[in-house]
């Protein structure tokens, strides 16, 4: 079956779409496989198919939770793709996963690449704070996401429409090292973001308790809610002891200022 | 439509808390690895800020600086942490010497446990009932399929946002006052840092994957650095590389410079084979 060019245009726009719905939309769950593989259906002329191997993408992933931006793998891309693969070449939803994960291998690279160059905006938007231009404060923060958008939907066009050997022949002719050095980038720019949290709240009395939160889930795998609840409870016996309320104890500094002192 | 006031003293009303709502969604939006949501942040509660600050540019500015610190967080939950900071600032902008830290460190605190609570609920709960009914239909052909999927998923999120903002904003501004008015807002900030930094230190355990997967032929033998490095201790390269951009953070060293050094650096490092995920 051969693809049209208003096709493979609108099988692009389903995927900027469900890029979009991890961004602009607010996981508004566009970019489930049931939700793409019936747009690719419909567009395809095949909605019944299209649903078909929506359903068995959907059971696939629905395993593996991508949580958040920084997702292992793409399931709006990756689906989207791949179902438009499968009912082109009319095979099963197989051929969909295999067609579908170098895609969203390469857009996974590339959106790290945005998610970095992102990073530089954000200084621009300190410059237009202290001129107080709300617009175009605004206009960064919905420009990165349609940026993204583009990008999926101009990769997305390439793929479908020249066929998946493009892009297929890039990612494996990307010899081992380059992606062992890609792959590294992407594993150490998570810490980052925590070193910038640190960077907010720490406080040289504070310490203690960053270094129990580590310990705890680095040796025992605790989660984050478990972590919390005994943070709460360290917090609140803090708390305690810094109002007076624990009898026997009298803190010898009384109130919570010198707390910081200590 | 209804405009009812929720804010007396600074004519917040109910329309801000809709555009509140409705930004809300475009969290993710400029997501990047220096501020993460912070912009979305910014943009969500400007309605209501603008409003506090209406007379007051300095202090506006300076209440958009405060949002554009980091903050990263699973989206659905996130309006309930705006209806508090929201009560905040109005709370800063009544009281000149309240400590505007415990603004941020309120956000840094309900991070972890609100991502981790609504990561089960939306991620886990939600997203898989709503999925599998959905496949159900699909199976069968159904082409409501996706729509049925699309409500079931929506209609705890869409609850979960609006009356968060609301809640957030009426409990938070009313325990806010009650711990001004007993002088205790200090220790309060002091407290939220422990829950905050005790949520960061298991998410650096948790969150982040740096591992070394180099490994040396001696005698015959295969030796394995990752397992020396989780015999000192587990996660330990995590651990050191977010203290050690920590400290370049603290050294005055420009984010845009240190992003760059992990590229190169981490580029390098992944080519001989010394970091992987």
Known sequence: MHVTLIQAILIAGVV???????????EMKFRE????GFLVGLILGDVKLGLLIGAQLQIIWMGATGIGPTAQLDIGAGGTIGTAVAILTG???EVAITFGLPVAVIMQFLNTFLMTSYSVLMHRVDKLIDDLKEKQMIFIHIICGMITASMYAVLTFIVI???NNAIESVVKGLPDWANNGLNAVAVILPALGFALLLNILMEKTLIPFFIAGFAITAF???????????GVAAALFVYL???????GISSTHAGGEEDEEL | MSNQVISEKNNITKKDFRKTFWRSFTLLNSFNYERMEALGYMFSIMPELKKIYKDDPEGLKQAYHRHMEAFNMTIAPAP????????MEEQAKEDPNMDRSSINAVKVALMGPLSGIGDTFFWGIFRIIACSIGVSFAKQGNILAPLIMLILFNIPTFLTRWYGLKIGYAQGSKIL???QESGKMQLFTYCAGIVGVMAIGCMIASQINITSPLHFAIAGQKVVIQTYLNQIMPKLLPLLTTLGIFWAIKKQIKVTKIISSIVVIGFILGVFGIIGG
Do not use: E
């Not at chain 1, 900027?16 to 607010?26: H, K, R, Y």
């Open chain 2, 80 to 87: 309930f942490v705006m209806g508090i900071s929201v009560a």
């Open chain 1, 241 to 247: 002891l810094g109002t007076n309320k624990i009898a």
């Open chain 1, 161 to 163: 429409y020249f066929g």
């Open chain 1, 16 to 26: 900027a779409l469900s890029n979009l719905d991890g961004n602009f939309f607010g």
């Open chain 1, 33 to 36: 496989p049931i939700v793409t």
């Open chain 1, 91 to 93: 095979k099963g939803a």
């Open chain 2, 177 to 179: 006052s009650d711990l």
């Open chain 1, 220 to 230: 025992s795998g605790l989660n984050t809610i478990a972590v919390t609840l005994l």
